[in-house]
């Protein structure tokens, strides 16, 4: 169903617009993953990414804090994402991939600040 939003243009419900061709979708698709390069994790969120298994490196943030950089694919956003994992999610991840030989996960945070804890498991 059509909308009218105030400047009088039509709208529709959901993230598509009706008369958006589906290559100028997919330049928009392209263009918000180029602007929006990091996978970020609210309290209580949880995503599917899979992960590159040849490019991870190790880093410092600005905080001073190690991380784990993962190159990963979000299938909800059709893109590929840098997620700077903690050590702690970054050791269950390397330990499953070493392992099992995957690289789907599922990634679920819980909590803020300093009491983040990211909870590991494969993707299903």
């Not at 959901?14 to 698709?29: V, Y």
């Not at 298994?53 to 190690?66: A, P, V």
């Not at 909800?76 to 099992?100: L, N, R």
């Amino acid at each position: 169903m059509s909308e009218t939003n105030a400047n009088g243009n039509g709208k529709t419900n959901g993230n598509h617009f009706g008369d958006m061709t589906k290559e100028s979708e997919e330049k928009l698709r392209q263009r918000r993953n180029e602007l929006n390069k990091y996978v970020n994790f609210k309290d209580g969120e949880s995503k599917d990414l899979e992960f590159d298994i040849n490019r991870l490196e190790e880093i410092t943030n600005n905080f001073g804090q190690k991380r784990t950089r993962f190159y990963v694919y979000d299938p909800k956003f059709d893109g590929e994402f840098i997620w700077d994992a903690p050590v702690s999610a970054a050791k269950v991840i390397t330990d499953i991939m070493f392992q099992q030989g995957t690289k789907f996960f599922h990634i679920e945070r819980h909590g803020e600040a300093k009491e983040t804890r990211y909870i590991v498991t494969v993707a299903k």
